[in-house]
């Protein structure tokens, strides 16, 4: 399945019906196993938070299971490591995602992708410092959809933090990126509320 058409399904949370195209992938001889396990690993994930308590850390479990699997065959794979440390952070089993992203840090091929998801599990910890410090390592990405993620992330602990003034000018960069990027407006029209645009 094409990155795309899974992103959308996911995004519109038609979970069965992916869960039946991933089944049917599964079994095409030209599927690679490192693509199943990444794409059932984030479906699990995105599909436990729609439900309750008991079911979602079956969910987790298996999400966890999944990109635990991906590691164990490519241990630098950067979509993994992400994926890994996103259900350890939904898990609240923060300490345990600090350790997969630092690990991650150091060897993964595209690091620069893990800073913003360091820097959400910094704040959840409540270590503002390090978390701002991690979003703006996130700013050196060459993607835009990574850029525009820091950007946002930056904008909402500097409100959390009181600290308007930076957030203002963070705000201004990520309205600069989105007159040069479609990518970066529909990222900022996706999450309007959090930037707050409607001031």
């Not at 008991?54 to 966890?64: G, I, N, S, V």
């Not at 409540?126 to 701002?132: D, H, I, S, V």
Request: aromatic share 10%; with cysteine.
């Amino acid at each position: 399945m094409r990155q795309f058409a899974f992103a959308e399904l996911l995004e519109r949370k038609r979970f069965t019906k992916l869960k039946e195209i991933l089944d049917i992938e599964l079994h095409n001889p030209h599927t690679s196993l490192l693509k199943y396990y990444i794409q059932y690993g984030w479906l699990f994930d995105q599909w436990s938070l729609t439900k309750k308590e008991l079911t979602r850390k079956k969910y987790q479990q298996k999400a966890e299971k999944c990109f635990r699997r991906t590691l164990l065959i490519d241990s630098k794979n950067t979509r993994a490591i992400n994926g890994l440390a996103t259900v350890l952070l939904h898990q609240r089993r923060y300490i345990k995602a600090l350790s997969v992203l630092h690990k991650g840090l150091k060897t993964a091929r595209q690091r620069v992708t893990l800073y913003n998801s360091a820097g959400n599990v910094y704040r959840k910890l409540r270590e503002y410092y390090k978390a701002e410090k991690h979003y703006k390592k996130g700013l050196r990405a060459k993607d835009t959809g990574i850029k525009t993620a820091a950007l946002l992330n930056l904008i909402m602990l500097l409100r959390e933090t009181k600290k308007s003034e930076r957030e203002h000018y963070y705000r201004r960069k990520l309205q600069a990126l989105a007159a040069r990027s479609s990518i970066a407006r529909a990222f900022l029209k996706q999450n309007k509320k959090q930037t707050g645009n409607n001031r």
